[in-house]
Nanobody, 126 residues
Framework: QLQLVESGGGLVQPGGSLRLSCAASGFTLDYYAIGWFRQAPGKEREGVSYISSLVGPTYYADSVKGRFTISRDNAKNTVYLQMNSLKPEDTAVYYC???????????????????WGQGTQVTVSS
């Protein structure tokens, strides 16, 4: 069974850091493009960061650029989202998603992804 499992969420004060992990089971992530999305209460899901398969190009939404870093460790079959300088507006449920993709391009639309994790809550509050 193909699964993505996010972890690393929690409660953090403004200015703090968290590292989210997205671990795959049942398949290897090497040739999968990965996306991190988030959804805050009452808001639509939005794309946060994307990375192409293998070790390729990355993308960041303007709201997180310079603060978040996406990376992948194919040996561990895991993708990470390092989040620094967190703000209250970063509060949301964060999801990772995967799509088998042999190109060097990342995927920016949620409908392009086939597999989704269950989400992990990130709360930024003092």
């Amino acid at each position: 069974q193909l699964q993505l499992v996010e972890s690393g969420g929690g409660l953090v004060q403004p200015g703090g850091s968290l590292r989210l992990s997205c671990a795959a089971s049942g398949f290897t992530l090497d040739y999968y493009a990965i996306g991190w999305f988030r959804q805050a209460p009452g808001k639509e899901r939005e794309g946060v960061s994307y990375i192409s398969s293998l070790v390729g190009p990355t993308y960041y939404a303007d709201s997180v650029k310079g603060r978040f870093t996406i990376s992948r460790d194919n040996a561990k079959n895991t993708v990470y989202l390092q989040m620094n300088s967190l703000k209250p507006e970063d509060t949301a449920v964060y999801y990772c998603a995967a799509k088998e993709n042999y190109s060097s391009s990342y995927l920016i639309y949620s409908y392009e992804y086939d597999y989704w994790g269950q989400g992990t809550q990130v709360t930024v509050s003092s």
